[in-house]
């Protein structure tokens, strides 16, 4: 097992038990002490925990070697593992807006929430800064786009969780036990937009795409730096989890030999790997200087940045 993995797969069992735990007390805390919103953050964490699962499942899968099925490896699951989650996530968001709104417009009246709920937010929120900030950098250092997702969601919570204590302190303060429905109608809001900005960003690489395009200049200026390599162009950068695949075309003079010619391609495949970090492969595809071809439709050049 690399290091990679394992560090993640420790911090899946972290992120596990730490949620499972908060989730408990959250909706213990919730159903004894009157709060709905309490409950809607309960069930927020309560994803975290799927999340986690599913993260731990996926780190196992992604280790795995290339296949005749599957040549390139299995370090994708990490994005349609990031998929799953997002559905999970909109789902319980969707509920939990579905129960409020249903209790608001029917005029379902309430008890008001106790202090315990004030408690085990504070709670939660202080656990949750603790537990996000060693998961980002995890993530970070892992380059893992799960965790790093994950970690933001955390994040995300804590500024939920402040929201559902003001909340609880304006319901109390007031005494109109209606507010904790309004704030746990807003919380279910907040689950499915976390849900839907999941969901978005992992359609980037299942697209074969990249966020973060100075990857294509640092590609144009390594092959730039090579000399007898001329005019990058077709290039086709994708990303596998947190590692790149490179296609590019380069010209050579036409009177080099083959040996000669593949000498100045792993010129240029040494000098991307020096500009970019957790490069998987790179496919180098040798013209004579000068060529044009009318089909070549997809693909960037520098005139495309």
Partial sequence: M???????IRAAW????GNA??????????FTANSQAVIGDGIDT???????VIILFTARISQKPPSVKYPYGYQRAETIASKFLSFFI?????????????DLISGVQRDLPDMLAVYATVFSMLVKFLMASWQFKVGKKTNSSMLIANAKNMRADIILSLSVLIGIAVTLLLKMPIIDTVIAIGVSLWILRIGFKIFMESNTELMDGVDDTSAYEKVFEAADAVKGAHNP?????????????????????ARLSVAES?????AVEQEIKERLEN????????????????DEKFGLSRRNL
């Fill in 21 to 30: 735990l908060l989730a408990l007390i959250k909706m213990v805390v919730g």
């Fill in 14 to 17: 972290v992120g596990i038990v």
């Fill in 2 to 8: 690399s290091d990679r993995i394992d560090k993640i």
């Fill in 233 to 253: 162009h077709r290039a086709r950068i994708r990303k596998m989890s947190n590692l790149y695949l490179i296609d590019l075309d380069i010209e050579v003079d």
């Fill in 279 to 294: 490069v998987y492969d790179i496919m180098i595809h040798i013209e004579p200087k000068g060529n044009y071809e009318v």
């Fill in 46 to 52: 309560l994803s975290d925990v799927a999340t986690y």
């Fill in 90 to 102: 909109f789902f319980a968001g969707a509920q939990l807006f579905y129960v409020n709104v249903k």
């Fill in 262 to 266: 593949h000498k100045i391609s792993i």
